[in-house]
C-alpha cells in the first residue's frame, strides 16, 4: 500500500514508464490509464504528471488551469468511452479513501448504478 512519503509515486512511475499501464490519453502535462482495480465499467485515473501536489485542494490553488487541464482530458475520455456522462472523483485525504497522495481524478462511467455517490 502506498503511504504519504511515497516518491517517486506510483503514478510517476507509471509516467516514466517503469510500471506497465495501458495509457489512454497523454498531453505534456496530464496521462490517463485505467484503474488497477476498476469499480466501475470504465474506471480511468487521470493524472497531472507533476507529483507536486497531493490532492485537488493543493492543485486548485497551485494551478488552476491544470487542474482544468485534468477535467478537459476526463470528458474527453469520457466522450470516447461512455455515453459522455461521468462521475469525476477525488478522494482527498486518508480518511476519504486516498492511497495515492500524488493527485488524481477518477473517471467512473459506463452502467453506473443511479442515486448513488460510491
Ligand atoms: P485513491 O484511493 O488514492 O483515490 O486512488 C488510488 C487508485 O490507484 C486506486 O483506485 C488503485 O486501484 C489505483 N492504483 C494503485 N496502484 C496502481 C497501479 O499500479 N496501476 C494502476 N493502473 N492503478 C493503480
Redo the contacts with the bound molecule.
Sequence with gaps: M?TETDSPS?FSR?VARE?P?TILAETDRVIA?????P?APV?V?VVPKTERYRDVVELAAGDPGLLAEVVEVAKSLADELTDGDFRL???TGPNA?????HV?A?VLGGGLEEGTLG
Excluded at 479513501?97 to 497522495?101: A, S
Aim: proline share 4%.
Design positions: 502506498s506510483i507509471i510500471i499501464a490509464f485505467p484503474d488497477i482495480a469499480k474506471h485515473l472523483i477525488f478522494n479513501g486516498q492511497t495515492v497522495f488524481h477518477h
